[in-house]
């Protein structure tokens, strides 16, 4: 192993929010980002902080990183969604992206929680079948709902009508 997983830092930031981009422009969605580098250092690092990261450090680098929440689940108690696990594409197949997802179950195990959840588009296979050699389920029977910014407040229009 020629990198280490430690805690995010303040400062690693500028680094995490490379690998968002990042992921945005491997998923297809490379104007889809509007988080801010201030925003993160703001949630992440703020009472009350939204989120907890950790990154994988090469050589004094960030080249990958994992970020997780806690959330609420009415049939098994408290959860942990991981939001994103993203490895730099260089570093794909060094083990990172396996050592990163260790690292949120081991957090998870400690704060007691019942489950761990996340996305992954249906087209990722080797994420898929990566998520899928470590013992997750990957249930290809649910859609993911969202309402964006605009959807609600056409939501908040109608209801107001």
Request: hydrophobic fraction near 45%; proline fraction near 2%.
């Amino acid at each position: 192993m020629d990198f280490n997983i430690r805690v995010a830092q303040e400062r690693d930031m500028i680094a995490v929010h490379k690998l968002i981009k990042e992921l945005a422009v491997f998923e297809k969605e490379k104007h889809a980002v509007e988080v801010t580098i201030e925003d993160l250092v703001t949630d992440g690092f703020r009472e009350p902080k939204l989120f907890h990261c950790f990154v994988g450090e090469k050589e004094g680098s960030v080249v990958g990183m994992a970020l997780v929440y806690n959330r609420y689940s009415t049939w098994k108690g408290p959860v942990v969604h991981l939001e994103d696990l993203m490895v730099s594409e260089k570093m794909r197949g060094s083990g990172l992206g396996s050592a990163l997802l260790s690292e949120v179950v081991k957090y998870a195990h400690g704060l007691g929680v019942k489950r761990i959840s996340w996305e992954v588009l249906d087209w990722n296979e080797p994420a898929i079948k990566f998520y899928e050699s470590k013992g997750a389920n990957v249930m290809r029977d649910w859609d993911v709902v969202q309402l964006d910014e605009a959807g609600i407040q056409n939501f908040l229009n109608q209801i107001e009508n």
